[in-house]
Every structure is written in structure tokens, then in C-alpha cells.
């Protein structure tokens, strides 16, 4: 429905190329992913569980993450010939591989954590290089407020038949967001336009939830800060 009024629109008339982006208004719909750049999310611990020892090493976000689909909407409006400013609903999704995280008792150590979502509200203002063309390019501050979903975690150890279940990792967390965007977008007509961004986003920690108390690991989860690397296609409607 939403391309179909688009191609619709594609037929009428307007001046926006011709203005810059001054008084311009438009929504877009973005589909991508995103890498992690940098962040842990365990960090290293020694103690027992059920008084075997065990060590925790250090784990990095991206070896356990992958940020498999991020839906944005966006809302634009020009304020002068070259800047834009825009607001963003975002709906990100992360998934979850086991990986071996340390040892005990001399035998690997499994961890799992669970799937897991943020959305995002963000807003900011883009610069455009050439805002008069068909093709744009662009730079952007961004900054917002990420709420992210609960992380549960599962630990195992085979040869020990030890297997810890649905243990809270992170709790539910409100996290203010900083980043950075550039892009190019291209017009198929006055008011129909498509392209790809690139963008850095930095997260800080969520709220460690309490774990593993009283065998010396709790400190696993009192991380979590990470940086991404988000990338998009999107296409415009302009109104």
C-alpha cells in the first residue's frame, strides 16, 4: 500500500529539487542491519559453581550479537537550503549464538544468551553537501533514547551435567544513544527518492541484573557498552 501510494505520487509536480530542502517535508521507511564495532558483554570473573571452579573470560558484544533486522520510520523537514531535521522510530532485533565463555572444573564453559529487542527515538539534523541534484549526499548528528528488552542467559557445562537456565542477565534498561549518520539518496521523481546510509551508533551499559550470587561471578554482567555500525536502504515520499 505504502509503495503503491508512493508511485502514485511520483506523478505530480514539485519544486523541492529546486528549493534545496528548504520547506521540504517527506517520511521514509529504512530495512538494514547493523556490526558490532566494539563493547563486551562479559567481563572476565573467577570463583565455584556448586563449588567446582570456574572462570569467566572476557567476551566481546559482536561474538555473541548480531543485530539481524533494524526497521526505521522516519519523519523530515527542511529548515534551510542544505539542513534537515528529522525524527526516528527504530525497531532493532538481536540475535543470540552460544559460544564457549570460560571453564570449569578444567571442562568448557557454554553460554547462551537469549534473543533479544531495543526500539529507538532519535532526532537530529542532517547536513546536505549538494541538496540542489537528483543525488544527494549527507552527514548527520544523531542522538536519542534506546529502551532495550531484558537479556536472559543460559550457562552449561556437559561434562559436569550442569545446566543453568533462563538466569535474568540484563534487565529491562532505558539507555540514552549518540551517533553519527552519512548516506546518499538518489530521486526517481519530484517527490519519490531512494538510498543507502551508513551511521555509528555508541550505547552505554544496561542494568546488570543480579547473577550467579554468592559463587564470586557476579561482576560477569557489569558491562555492556558498545559501539555499532547500523547500514540502510531507504526509500522517501515527499508531501
Do not use: C
Not at 543485530?67 to 529548515?79: F, K
Not at 570460560?102 to 537469549?114: A, I, K, N, Q, V
Amino acid at each position: 500500500m505504502f509503495v503503491a501510494a508512493a508511485l502514485t505520487a511520483g506523478l505530480w509536480p514539485s519544486t523541492a529539487g529546486a528549493q534545496g530542502m528548504e520547506n521540504t517535508r517527506s517520511v521514509s521507511l529504512a530495512i538494514g542491519t547493523g556490526f558490532g564495532l566494539g563493547g563486551n558483554v562479559i567481563t572476565e570473573a573467577a570463583g565455584n559453581i556448586n563449588g567446582t571452579p570456574a572462570v569467566f573470560v572476557e567476551q566481546s558484544y559482536a561474538n555473541h550479537f548480531s543485530d539481524a533486522l533494524r526497521v526505521r520510520v522516519m519523519g523530515n523537514m527542511g529548515l534551510d537550503f542544505n539542513k534537515e531535521a528529522f525524527v526516528t522510530f527504530a525497531y532493532n532485533k538481536m540475535n543470540a549464538t552460544e559460544r564457549v565463555t570460560g571453564s570449569s572444573g578444567g571442562y568448557p564453559l557454554y553460554t547462551r544468551f537469549g534473543n533479544t529487542s531495543a526500539i529507538d527515538i532519535e532526532g537530529g539534523v542532517r547536513y546536505y553537501f549538494r541538496p540542489e541534484g537528483p543525488t544527494r549526499t549527507y552527514a548527520a548528528g544523531v542522538g536519542g533514547v534506546r529502551f532495550h528488552e531484558p537479556v536472559g542467559a543460559t550457562i552449561r557445562v556437559l561434562e559436569l551435567g550442569l545446566t543453568l537456565t533462563d538466569l535474568d542477565y540484563f534487565d529491562q534498561s532505558t539507555l540514552f544513544i549518540l551517533g553519527a549518520d552519512t548516506g546518499i539518496s538518489h530521486d526517481l521523481s519530484d517527490v519519490i527518492a531512494i538510498g543507502a546510509e551508513v551511521g555509528l551508533r555508541y550505547q552505554p551499559k544496561p542494568s546488570a541484573a543480579s547473577i550467579l550470587s554468592g559463587t564470586g561471578l557476579e561482576s560477569i554482567n557489569d558491562t555492556g557498552s558498545r559501539w555499532s555500525l547500523p547500514i540502510s536502504a531507504f526509500l522517501t515520499l515527499r508531501f
